[in-house]
Structures are given as structure tokens and as C-alpha cells.
């Protein structure tokens, strides 16, 4: 019994009627790494601010070492050994190293009383950093600008904060959805060493293969109640994603129903200084082509070049036999291409306009009266996307901010399908969407090659690749290595081109 | 980068604009033994500066003197560096139309430690200068109070728009108009408040004050011309004209119009043309060491629909 | 059509309202008829200079150099409105030109040089007051026509005619803003600017609009202003545009762009007239004027901030 240090009972939480927890149990050992499962509005974000005492549940008793944490607030928690990893990291990017980690706590490293606390010690933040980081094995100065960091960098520098605060449970919110694949590997050292250390880790991630990689024991919440908890090799994927979603996922991606027609789109020798060159390949009407490669080997930068957001050097693209250099998207777009970025809050949607206001962006000239816009036009394509595309929404005047994740990339679908595209890029369309919606997407994509469109979609989920693409292009340091057919195409020959 | 660089040259342009002289060198003659003046104005976009200035540059072209005129753009700051560069430039004497009581004193110093003479024209500073060319602000409010009193018969309601608060000709022209006001129990300030010497800001004030006061006003002073014109507006949109005596100071030639045709009853004159040739006069005197008046003061002069004839160009 | 800035609207109607109320309770002379004429007219080369600035606002923008066109306009306008020379629209349409020309070239320089807004219209706010004063040579063009002069002091049964402009500016600004697919076009470069021109719209256009509306805009309070005080004043203006921004700010338009509607543009502008209107009704003394204008301002915002939350 004595080695949980966090028991959490029967937690329940209602906002505005709506059930958001639901007698929820957790525990945690100590020296565990117990991974928290289940899809965008399962509950887990209300959880975890129950835990950082961000919010107070309506019943039960969040125990930690046997001391009844609700009712403590967060700066409480986080003196008791409670600390977060956020998923956007918190960090102020002037200040060094050093200075982020024992951020209001100046006094209590200054070694000094009265008056003089007030006095930064910075020498003394200084060494303590470094030792710390030391400890932690992780190569990065005590006086560096956060700024100049990467952002695995920053999120070591996070969790040597949680350290140095002594954490004996650390959460960590999808820590790995903006670092490389190597730097993923640091983490889960530093990850091993903080379990030997015993402390407790809550881990929140969407990637399965991660889920697998370090966590002992898996906890499932779907819909605010508790699912189940798990040992870790009691499970597999599949078993994971039936308890999250509640149905089995025989089949995740769809076959094409219709054959493959006529070249739509033709890429010549494609280059572009210090990002790409000699990229050739061409795309077929009904056609997945998957773009494969690592951070970094020049996928996206191919698929902005195309659509008109930067310019190539060398090169030709071709649409139906006739040359394509697009200086802007809208050109792009008015000659059939449609781009879904990888960069979704960036390039995607406009987050303070509503639903409506986004799907029809790029097709408002559908929807032109006189020098005014049909309103009536309008709404009523939007409803039919919404229904078409399975968009979960308040409304045709919900703003898009309010979505999840998901529901934000349908929308971002929805706007380039209403402009009648016959090419779409799609780059990382399922990035940041839980695992139902992935689904949705997967079968979106092929419902519109199977419509006849032409489709390149960059992926850096092998099994997505692998189970959707028609062909499959490897690029490596901004070099095609291999144009792979469905048939010969495996993760493992995959990934020898994509370091090739 | 070099679009923004042109870029960044060309807003430093638009600034800097703003100091650059114009002097009226007549080109081809020896300007070598011809005495030169400089002048630092308190601002250019000021219509009775713009006159004062005017006045100098007439009267310097017909005494054959060569004037050089910079605008301070209301930056007293500024008008101390314009004087420095006159000293640089070694001008045989400078005028200064001060922006600041105080902050404007340090450039009298500079010239008199260089034995250049200074001549301050229409505002004063601090510091005492060579000469004194200009017309006491305190005069022309009790003028203009005393007339008020007079049509009034010393008894009745009346309202003062101020300029903007704290500056010299503000306090004076408040202190003069006072003074008047005390020696009158039966006149009363109903209320006063600051129109910052704008035409529209005088309107709106007065359009307030007829909400307020309504009949019981029975005159207006307004501290400079802009003002009563925008008070003659609201008056006259109000139908309240005739009821509500209207006096201003300064003799713009809008007012000076309005004179005439009786909306604005009465504007003190202060004579631009006077001060700008005296100054250059006294000046070029300085300048000579010949012998000259300390204290040069134009008399204001009540403008009214008797007289106003004289001042219409 | 715009969850947050409706709610936002709410918050400023309520603060208005309050204002009112107490501005009411305090004073009988507030609620009149013709004290509310008086307001709408004092407020309206405000609003309309504020009109212009919010569609501005909206796409991440700024101008600064609303006050200078104020002046350049209205004495471009001034210059070809005395009695006898031409007919009435010649002025008209010189200040109207002049302003949208103004604007055109902000929104050249803007969106040509990638110079930020806030610097460019920095500098045209001074090249227009040098232009106001080269036109005029410094002084007043005064000796307006009496149909120039109709604009800004007349009235058409028994309304002023700058509230009659206001209302038909207002509701123009409103349509083109929430009816037009430039309208949408500007909440969505200002929402999300790469993203909006990854959807195929032209940012440039959308921003060369913005700022020759505002101009033309400015045009509009700049002849209104000349015919109220039926002189074109070189200096006038001055400051015009921090009271504009603070209208649409105060009505809920957001500085980082992407939100606001003319509606609380419109209450941000009354709300301001209201205040000095009644300060001036209450005698209170103009130093005091200045604290309270803005301690009330910051107040609106909060309560508004408060009416916000979800």
C-alpha cells in the first residue's frame, strides 16, 4: 500500500450540469511511469487541473502520501511535489537558463534574510543549475538564453524545474509533440532516471508507440468516466484504441473502391536552394501518393513550393500536361490545388471566425450577390460540409478555436474541398487528432481519391503511410531515395531510405 | 533590407524637414558685408506667428538685411539648438520668438556669452535679453474684460475659455481678465474652462455651456480669436447671437470679418506687423551698437464695429 | 456573425448605459433633446474618423495619420469652397480624393515595403501636416460658401446634418463590413494573416482597401470639421487619431486584430462625447476633466473585460 504516492478517488466534476469526470480512480506508485489514455473530451485536462489544483471537483479525495489535496491551490500543490509539464511550454525566453528553473523562488535560493532576500544571488542559481542539469545528464548552460534553446532543450530545462522542486509527481502533457525523434529518445532517459529516483510519472501522449515504449501501467478514460487500468504488456494497440473508443477498429484504413485514372499532376527536377533537388514524381487521378522522410528531409517545402507559398529554383510542375508556377496560393488554388498544412493553427484556420467563416474562405466568389455575400448560399454549403464531413460543432457560428482538434482539421478540409480542387496536399493531416477522428480522416482521404481527386499526403506515422498511400516517395536530406509501390513497401525498407 | 533602409532615410527626412531653414538670400548679391539676423520662431503653423514673421522678413528685405528663419516647432528644446547654430554660423544678431518662459531662457545665455545681441519678440523668457519687442498679454484681457463690463453695464453672467492651461499668454490673459472681473462685483464668472485655443473645441465648449446656462449668459470672452469664432458658431446655431456679447483677442482676419459683420463683437488687436519691424529694427540697431530701446511694447487696441474698417486690409 | 465581439459589445452597451444613467441622475440638463443632438453632433467626426480606423484595426493595422489627413483634407477642400468659384462638389471630391489618395499611399507603402503600419502612418502623419501647412502657407483658408458651410453647421428638419452623415457613414461602414466579402477578408487577414493568404485571398488588396477607406474616411470628418468651423485650419486635427483609436478600442475592436464591430465603435465614440459633453455640463475644472476622462475610459474596458468572460 505505502508505495502509491498518489491515490485519487472517486473524483467527480460537473460544469454547468454537464458531467465532465465521473468517479474517477487513479493511482500511482511510486518509480511508475502510469500513462493516462483517452481521446480530446474524454476528461483528461479537467483531471490533470484537478490534480494541480487549478480546479476543485465537486466529490472525492486526491490523496498524495496521504494527504488530502483538494482545496490546495496550484502554487500549494506545487510546494507539496506536484508539477506539470504543460504541452505549450511556459518558459520567458529572455531570461537564461539558470534564472527560468528557480523563477520565483529568487528568495529561497539567495541565502540571504530580511532586507537582502530581496537581493538576486545569480552565481548561486547559477551553480545549482548546473548541477542539476549535470545530474540530469543533459548538456545545456546554466546562463544560456531560453531563447536560444530548442524546444527539447526548453522542455528538459521544464522538467529540471519539476526537479529542482522536488516533484515527486511529474505530468507530463503530450511533451513530445513538438521534438525530434532523437531528442524523444533523451527524454525517455531522463524519464528512467526520474523513475529510478522514484518519482511518479503521469504520462498523456497520442502516440501509441510512445504509450508502449515507457509506460508500465495504462489508465483509459473516455467520455469523463473511468474505463479501466491496465498493465502495459497486457496490452496492444489495438486493444488500447478498442477500450479508448469503445468499438473495435478492425480496419483503420479504407481500400479504394475505384481505379486509378489519368496523370493530373507532374513534378520535373524539382529544386530549391538548401531545401530540395531533383524531386520527380507524378500523381494520378484517385491516386494516395505518400511523401515519406524525416524532420527535415524537405517534404514541406516541396508541397509550398507547388502551392505558391515559396518559390522554386529549378524545375517544372506541370497540371494536365500544361506548366504551373504559382507566385501566390490563390493562384495555386485558382488552378486546382488545394494545401492542408502541417502548420493547422498557423496556416489552417483563422481562429477567432466561426465555423461558417472559415469553410467558405477560400470560395467566396460561390457566394457573391450583387457586390454582397448570400448569406442564404452560405449557410447552407456550410451545413452540408458539417454533415458531410461528420464536423462536430455548436453550430455554423461556433468559432473555430472552440473545436478540437479534429473537428479543426475538417474544417480546414472543408475549406479546401469548397474551392473544387483537383490536387490536394495534405501535410500531416492527422497531427494533434485523437485516435476516432484519425479514423474519419483516414477514410475522408480516401472517399476523395476515390471522387477522382489527386492526392500527395506528408506523413511522419509510418503506419499511415503505409496503410493509405497508393505509392510511397522517401525523401532524405532534401533527396528523393525511392518511389516504393503498396506492394513492396514495408516500415523497415521505409526507414533505410529515409536515412539513406 | 536596403527597401528598408531607403525606407528609414526617408521618414528621417520627414522629420527633419520640420528644421529646415528658409532664408531669403537674394541670389548674386554680396551678402558677404550685409548683416544677418536669425530668427527662431515658436511655430510656423501659428497664423499670428506667421505674420510677426512676415512683418521681419519685409522689414528686413527693405533694410537691406539678410534674415534667416527657423521654426522651433513649439519645442523649446529645439529653439535653444537653433540658437546654438546661429552662434556657430556667427549671425550678427538673433530674434527669438520663445516657446517657454524657462525652458527657452539657456538660449539668451548662449548669445549673451557669445556677445551676440537677442531680441525676444511677442512672448517673454525668464532670462533678460538684449531687447524686448511685444505687447503685454495682461493688457489685452483687461481690454477685452473692460469692454464685457462696460456693454454690460458692470452687471450680468459671464463665461471665460481659456487657452491652454499653463502657458504664459493663458496666465496672463487669465490674470487681466480677473483683475477686471474684481473691480466689478456685479459681474459674475459663471464658469471658465480651456477651448485650448481651438475653434472647434471653442464651439463644442460653448454648445455645452448653452445646455448648462442657456439664457443666463450674457457675455463670452474667449481668450483668443479661434475660440470666439467657435463660440459666435454655437451662439448662432442656438439663436442666442444677439442676446450674448462675444469678446476675443487677437484680430485674425476671420475676426476681424465677423467684426464687420457684427457676430463677434469686439477682438483685441495685437499688432503682428509692428512687432516684426520693430524687432528687426532693433535688431539691425543692436547689431550696429547704436543705440536702442530696452523695452519696445505695441499697444494692443480694441477692435469694434466703430473701427474695425481701419484693421481690414 | 462574431461570438467574442458581440459578447464584448454587450459589456460596453452596459457600460454606456450606466453612464448615462448616473450622467442623467446628476444632471437634468443631460437627457434633452437638444443636449443629445448636441452630443451626436460633436461626436461625429470622431466616429467617423474611428469607422475608418477600425477596419484598420480589424486586419492588424494601425493609422496614425488620421489627424493629418483631417487637416490636408479639409484645407484641399477649403481652398476650392469659397463663394462664387466652384460648384459645391468640386470640393467635395478634391477632399474626398485627397484623402483616399492619402490612404492609397499608406497602404502602398505598407504593403510594398513590409515597414511595419504603426511607423509608415507615423510618417505620413507628418508628411500630411507639412502637406496641410504647404497647401494653406500656414494660415487658415477661411471665406467658405454657404452651401460648403451646410455641411457641417445645417440642419434638415431640425437635425444636424453631421448626424445624418454619421448614421448613413455608420451604416455603410456596418454593411461593407459584415455583408461584403471584403468585410469577411479583413476579419480573416486580420485574424490570421499567413493563413488567409494560404485560403487564396489577396492580403495586399485587402490592406490597400483598408487604408484608402480610412482615408476617404478622414476625408469625410476633415470637410465636416472645415465646414463646422467654416475655416480649413493647417493645424487642425491634431490628436484626433488617439481619440479614434480609443473609440474602436473602447467598442470592443481588438488591437491584435481580427475582432470588432462598427456598432461598438459607435458606443466607444458616444461614450467619449457623452464624457466631456457632461464634464462640461457639471463645471467640472479641465485639469479634473482630463483624470476622470481617463479613469471612466479604463473603467468602460473593464467592465467590458468583466461582461467578457465566459
Redesign the interface.
Known sequence: MSDYILRVKEISKSFSGVKALDNIHFDLKKGEVHALMGENGAGKSTFMKILIGLVTPDAGEVLLEGENLIGSNVNETLKKGISMIHQEILIIPELTVAQNIFLGREREVSGKSGILSGWLNDSEINQRAAALLDRMGVNIAPKAKMRSLSVAQMQMVEIAKAVSNNAKVIIMDEPTSAISDKEVGTLFQIIRDLKAQGVGIIYISHKMDEIFRISDTITVLRDGKYIGTKSAVELDQNALIAMMVGREIGQMFPAATQPVGEEVISVQNLGKAGKFSNISFNVRSGEILGLAGLMGAGRTEIARAI?G?DQWDEGEVTIKQSPLRAR???EA??RGIG?V?EDRK?????????VK?NIT??S??N??KG???D?HSEESVTKKMIADLKIKTAGT???VTYLSGGNQQKVVIG?VLL?SPEIIILDEPTRGVDVGAKFEIYKLIRSLADRGMAIIMISSELPEILGLSDRILVLSKGKQTALLSKEEATQELIMRYAVA | MKRNAIFSAFIAMAFFTGCNQSSNKESGSDAGDKLVIGATMLSMQNEFIVNVSDAMEAKAKDMGVELITVDAERSALKQVEQVESFIGQGVDAIIMNPCEVEASSPAIKLAMDAKIPIINVNSETSAKPTAFVGSDDTESARIAMKYIAEKLGGKGNVLMMHGFMGQAAQIRRDNGAKEILKANPGLKLLAEQTGEWDRAKGMSLTENWIQSYGDKINAIFAQNDEMGMGAVKALEAAGLKGKVLVVSVDAIPDALQAVKKGTLDATVFQNAKEQGGKAIETAVKAAKKEAFEKEVLIPFQLVDKGNVEKFLK | MNRSSKSGQYGIFFAFALICLVLALSTPKFFTISNLLIIGNQVSINALLAFGVTFVIITGGIDLSLGSMVAVTGVAAATFAHPDTYPLVVPLLVGLGAGSAMGAFNGLVITKSKVPPFIVTLGTMTIGRGLALILSKGRPVSNLSDSFNFIGGGNIAGIPFPIIILFVAFAVCSILLNKTILGRYMYAVGGNEPAARASGIRVSRVKMWVYTICGLLSALGGILLTSRITTGQPNAGAGFELDAIAAAIIGGTSTSGGTGTMTGTLIGALLIGVISNSLDLLNVTSYYQQVVMGVIIIGAVVLDGVGKKD
Do not use: V
Open positions: 502551392f507559398l501566390t496560393p490563390r488554388i485558382n494545401y498544412s498557423g496556416l489552417g484556420f483563422i481562429p477567432r471566425m466561426s467563416d474562405l477560400s467566396m466568389n457566394h457573391r457586390g454582397f455575400i448569406a457560428g461556433q468559432h475549406k474551392a
